[in-house]
């Protein structure tokens, strides 16, 4: 498969603060999760857990434009890679969100290739997009000065497509086809809602795990890095055979799951 520019998958660009980018790329499996919490603290506390990537949360998390800036500088001032997942794939949503010195973007819900080059053009400057430049915030994420990103960005800031409906599954093969999408990220829980009506999946049903397996013969196929969300550690480790990266649930699900199981124990 040709390209016409350099990706984060083709980069020869060496920059050690893009810490997710570097470990996938070196086939290291890096670990990411996902926060929902709007709080410099929680940013710092979760980043100095040994995780790879945080995801900041804009779609269903309590994060609005301050809380997804402040998040983004403590994190990557600490060695981990921001990844923001926005709220949906228009121009101005992923401007912003990339203004912001992420390390990459996380998009839900892609439904088509068109939507999925719709993504890939907003988050590049041009000639491979259209995104603008204004801001002196994004450099900072990625310890450089504002011409140095300028160069490097189109190609060092790793590109999140989510398959989570029937449509993006059934178009997976188009969608993974778009130069400039970089990971093909799987939304379990909407995923089994569009395809079952439950969530969640017992994982077994077999409608899932065809749609799962076309989702990751996809990106191979088409040379893209695969992912999805995990509950566990345990997972996590089983995902190793079949994805790059997995993101382990998120600062709420941490937290409610650390008091239940220790009050569960304190009243037994």
């Given at each position: ?13 060496q ?26 603290r ?20 309590h ?22 997942r926005?709220?949906?794939?228009a ?64 190609e060092t ?11 993006g ?39 899932f ?17 695969a992912?999805?969300?995990?509950n ?7 995902a ?29």
């Amino acid at each position: 498969m040709t390209r016409s520019y350099p990706t984060a998958h083709t980069t020869q660009i060496q920059n050690s603060r893009l810490r997710v980018l570097n470990k996938i790329k070196a086939g290291e499996f890096p670990l990411m999760t996902f926060m929902a919490l709007p709080s410099v603290r929680m940013a710092q506390i979760v980043a100095l857990t040994g995780v790879d990537g945080i995801i900041i949360d804009c779609e269903h998390g309590h994060i609005g434009d301050e809380a997804m800036h402040n998040s983004v500088a403590a994190i990557s001032s600490l060695g981990v890679s921001p990844v923001i997942r926005i709220r949906g794939p228009a121009h101005d949503i992923l401007k912003r969100a990339l203004d912001t010195g992420a390390h990459g973007i996380m998009v839900p819900q892609i439904n088509n290739a068109e939507e999925a080059r719709q993504v890939v053009a907003s988050s590049k400057f041009p000639p491979q997009g259209v995104r603008g430049q204004g801001s002196a915030f994004p450099a900072i994420g990625h310890a450089l000065t504002t011409p140095e990103y300028m160069k490097s960005a189109n190609e060092t800031i790793v590109t999140m497509i989510q398959i989570e409906t029937r449509a993006g599954v059934e178009n997976v093969e188009e969608i993974a086809a778009v130069d400039g999408v970089d990971l093909i990220f799987i939304g379990p829980n909407d995923l089994a809602q569009s395809l079952l009506g439950y969530v969640p999946a017992r994982g077994d049903e077999p409608e899932f795990v065809k749609a799962v397996d076309k989702i990751i013969n996809a990106a191979r196929k088409h040379g893209k890095w695969a992912g999805r969300m995990v509950n566990n550690g345990t997972a996590a480790k089983e995902a190793r055979e079949r994805y790059d990266t997995v993101a382990i649930t998120g600062d709420t699900k941490a937290i409610q799951n650390w008091y239940m199981a220790e009050f569960d124990i304190a009243r037994s």
